[in-house]
């Protein structure tokens, strides 16, 4: 959520993998002890999260392992 008057910065994230069982992998680095969410959509307008983290050191490794059950998914990170 970004306040009026305010701009967002986009998370850099590293090149997806899509692994041969099926699995969704990409991470990304973020403020050090911020939440950050992974949200997932097969079709750009709902949304459902499915994990929160909070960073440390290093980056963050997200793995969706319900990737291959879907024939399109989309992704995104958003900082609450």
Same mark, same amino acid.
């Given at each position: ?12 994230? *590293? /090149? ?6 099926? *699995? &969704?992998?990409? !991470? &990304?680095?973020? $403020?050090?002890?911020?939440? #950050? %969410? ?6 750009? !307008?709902? +949304? %459902? ?7 440390? $050191?290093? /980056? $963050?490794? &997200?793995?969706? !392992? ?7 998914? &989309? #992704?995104? $990170? +958003?900082?609450?």
């Amino acid at each position: 959520m970004v306040a009026a008057g305010q701009t967002s910065t986009p998370f850099p994230l *590293t /090149p997806s993998l899509k692994l041969q069982s099926g *699995t &969704f992998a990409v !991470s &990304f680095q973020g $403020v050090a002890g911020r939440n #950050y %969410v992974f949200q997932a959509s097969t079709n750009l !307008s709902q +949304w %459902v999260s499915l994990r929160t983290n909070t960073t440390g $050191v290093g /980056p $963050v490794l &997200f793995e969706d !392992s319900q990737a291959g059950q879907h024939p399109r998914r &989309f #992704y995104r $990170v +958003w900082q609450p």
